[in-house]
């Protein structure tokens, strides 16, 4: 996020800045730049002690929208090149190059042809890990014990690579740490690096992470078995709105809600899908992002038919006093129509489909059930 900003904002570059809400202290750090990491900033922490550590610190206002673009543009780039590609978390993509060593050349060589991309078309710098695993690769990343901006680890020094990283350079040391019971346990045995995990023995490990220890035998050689996770082409219809008027009125937000279903559900049937599920999203002000996903007891392609659920999960989500700024609706787990006689064809489709049509010349001047503007 914050390389984004600094692309957006050249002053940026090289002091010591962080993404956060403005608007309030008791706001956190979304995300902070290597400078400010060095000072001890990091993500997750409330906005007021990065500002008492570090007066200079430039604070950035968070533009999901705009990170979750550049996000998807660059996972469009990632599918150009190789068809096994997993989205880890924003800014974070794993690549499987295996097989395509005559179109590309070497490892290496593809690395830098994704770098030049990258810097081409976004002015940002990508730093690329390669290596055999996940686990490795992710690592070979890391700017503060690697240098380079593209490096490759090779198979017969994977054993030690790790070694001097700090132990949560491990996805499963990670997670156990989000334990309450795991906290102080790595400082209390002094299991710093991941050298000091290499160090115990397998009963030593059972003993002290009864569920973990043969995972992280594993993974503190560099062991990892996870595959890269090609993502899930299925369907679904996605409307969004952005509030230029920023509003707590709970009228208001019904009014867009139906609104954007009758905008989602016309691009449903556009389409020639049914769907049997939703997802509702909202954003508040202050930047707290909140979901549903609800499922349909039968198949539909009308709007009325879910009102009820919408307005059901539209009071389950706005409980704060807190104006809005983005609303969102997602119709999911898409299936095609069943072919069906003319005799039991739908009586309301001659209906819906001539609404459809004057919403296309007149876009969302006709609301099906309500109000005819």
Known sequence: MVE??????PCLKGRPTVIAAINSDRSKVWDASSEAKEIGIHKGMDLAVAKRMERSLQIAEPRPDLYNSIQ?????????????????????????????????GTPQNFARKIQNNIIEGFQLRPRLGIAENKLIAKAATNPYQISEEVFQVNTSSKQSF???????VLPVIKELKKSSSYMEVFEDLNLLTVQDLKGLDPITLEAIFPEKSRLIFQMARGIDDRPVIPPKNEPTVIVQAHLEEETNSLERLREVVASLADQSFAKLRSKGFLCKKFKLALRYADYKYLE?????????????????????SLGFLYTRRTSVRY???????????????????????????TLDSINKKFPRKIKFGRELI
């Open 4 to 9: 984004v900003e600094r692309v957006k904002d």
């Open 72 to 104: 998807k543009k660059l996972l469009y780039v990632a599918s150009r090149l190789t068809p096994v590609y997993e989205s880890s978390a924003l800014g974070k993509i794993y690549l499987d190059f295996s097989g395509f060593e005559k179109l590309y």
């Open 162 to 168: 790790l070694d001097p990283f700090p132990n949560q």
């Open 292 to 312: 549903k996903v609800c499922a349909i007891e039968s198949s539909t392609e009308y709007a009325h038919q879910i009102s009820a659920q919408l307005e059901r």
């Open 327 to 353: 609303v969102m609706l997602e119709l999911m787990d898409l299936g095609k129509q069943q072919i069906q006689l003319s005799l039991l064809e739908d009586p309301k489709k001659p209906l819906m489909n």
